[in-house]
C-alpha cells in the first residue's frame, strides 16, 4: 500500500484553497498578491515536510529552512498591506524582508549551527511586530473591506498566535533532543507544523477575501473616552460625505477610503465615529445602508435582493442579520409593516392637477 505523509493531505488543501482564492479575486489579483504567495509558501512547506519526515530524505532540510524564513515576512508584508494605503513603489520597499532568508542561505552554507536559532528569533521579531499591529483593533486594518474587517482582525490574532507559537515548539523540540535524544521530535515537528499551516491556510484565505464574509458576532462599540468639539466636527463631517455622496453604497468601501475623502487619519475618524454614535465605523456604515433599504423597500416594488444590492451589501445573510440588528424585523417582514396597502392607495386622493 502507498504512504501518503499528512503533511501532502494538508498541502494539497491549501492548494485547493489557494485556487479558490484566486478564483474569487480574479479582478483583485494585484492587491492579494501576497496572500496568495503566502498561501503557496504554505502549501509548499507542507510538501517539504511530507517530504523530510514522511520519507527520512534530509536532503530537503536547507529548503525547509529558507522557506521557514520567507514565511513570518509574508504573513507581515500581507497583514500590514491591510493597515495602509497600498502604494504603487510597495514592491520596492519589501527587499529588506528578503534579508532574513539570505542570511539563513549563507548561514547553511558557511556555518550551520547558527541556524535553528537565527530562523526562532526571525519568527519571534514578526510575531511581535503582527502583535503590535493588532493591538488597534479592527479598525486598525483601514484598508480591509468594512463588511470583512472583523474576520480579517481574527485571522491578524490566529497567524500571530501560530507565527509565536513557533519559537515554543522549536525550544520544546530542543528540550526532547537533550533528553530523550530525539524519540519525539518528529512527531512534534510534523503535526505542530500541519496544525500551523492549517490554521495559517485558513487566516490568509480569510483575510484576503473580496467576497463579504459573514460574522458570527458584531464588533460592538467599545468604551471610549468622552468625545470632545473636534469628535463632533470630524462625526459631522462623515455624516455630510455619506448623505452627499452616498459613500455607504460602495461595497468596497473601507476606513482608509473614508478618511482620504476628508483628509484625515483612519485613527481619527473611526475615535470620531465610537465616540459621538457608539458604534465601529462599520456598525455605524451598515445602519446607513439599512436606512437606505427601508426607504426603497418602501418606496419600490424591486426585489429584496435587488434592494440589498443598491444599498451596498453583497451578502444576503449579512444584510438579513444588519437589517434584524438595526430594525427588529426581517426586511420582508418589515416592507409588509410600512408600506402601504395597494387597497389604502387606491382609497387616496388624486393630486389636484388644475392647483
Not at 511530507?50 to 509574508?74: C, D, H, K, N, S
Not at 558557511?110 to 503582527?130: A, H, K, N, Q
Not at 444599498?311 to 426586511?331: D, M, Y
Amino acid at each position: 500500500m502507498i504512504f501518503i505523509p499528512l503533511p501532502f493531505v494538508v498541502a494539497l488543501l491549501l492548494v485547493i484553497l489557494l485556487v479558490q482564492m484566486i478564483r474569487r479575486n480574479e479582478a483583485d489579483l494585484r492587491e492579494n498578491i501576497f496572500f496568495m504567495l503566502l498561501m503557496a509558501a504554505y502549501a509548499l512547506q507542507s510538501v517539504l515536510i511530507g517530504i523530510r519526515w514522511g520519507y527520512e530524505v534530509r536532503a530537503i532540510m536547507p529548503f525547509q529552512a529558507v522557506l521557514a524564513t520567507l514565511i513570518a515576512p509574508l504573513a507581515w508584508i500581507a497583514f500590514s498591506g491591510l493597515a495602509r494605503e497600498r502604494s504603487r513603489h510597495r514592491l520596492a520597499s519589501l527587499w529588506p524582508h528578503l534579508l532574513p532568508a539570505c542570511l539563513v542561505a549563507l548561514l547553511l552554507i558557511f556555518w550551520r549551527e547558527p541556524v535553528g536559532p537565527v530562523i526562532m528569533l526571525v519568527f519571534l521579531c514578526y510575531g511581535v511586530t503582527l502583535l503590535w499591529l493588532a493591538r488597534v483593533g479592527p479598525d486598525g486594518l483601514a484598508e480591509s473591506r468594512l463588511d470583512g474587517v472583523l474576520r480579517s482582525y481574527r485571522a491578524l490574532l490566529v497567524t500571530t498566535l501560530a507565527i509565536l507559537a513557533s519559537p515554543v515548539t522549536d525550544i520544546i523540540i530542543s528540550l526532547d533532543l537533550e533528553w530523550t535524544g530525539g524519540a519525539h521530535s518528529g512527531a512534534v515537528i510534523a503535526a505542530g507544523n500541519v496544525l500551523a499551516l492549517l490554521l495559517l491556510g485558513g487566516a490568509a484565505a480569510v483575510a484576503s477575501e473580496t467576497a463579504p464574509l459573514d460574522d458570527d458576532e458584531d464588533d460592538g462599540p467599545q468604551a471610549t473616552p468622552r468625545a470632545t468639539s473636534e469628535d463632533s466636527a470630524v462625526a459631522a463631517a462623515v455624516d455630510a460625505l455619506m448623505q452627499s455622496k452616498e459613500l455607504y453604497r460602495d461595497v468596497d468601501l473601507n476606513l482608509g477610503r473614508i478618511a482620504r475623502r476628508l483628509g484625515l487619519s483612519a485613527r481619527q475618524v473611526s475615535s470620531a465615529v465610537n465616540r459621538i454614535h457608539g458604534s465601529s465605523v462599520s456598525q455605524y456604515v451598515n445602519n446607513q445602508r439599512i436606512g437606505e433599504a427601508c426607504r426603497l423597500l418602501a418606496a419600490s416594488d424591486e426585489p429584496i435582493t435587488r434592494i440589498m444590492f443598491d444599498a451596498g451589501f453583497l451578502s444576503k445573510s449579512n444584510f438579513n442579520r444588519e437589517f434584524l440588528r438595526v430594525t427588529g424585523l426581517s426586511p420582508k417582514a418589515w416592507r409588509l409593516e410600512h408600506r402601504p396597502s395597494k387597497r389604502n392607495l387606491a382609497a387616496m386622493p388624486l393630486p389636484d392637477e388644475t392647483k
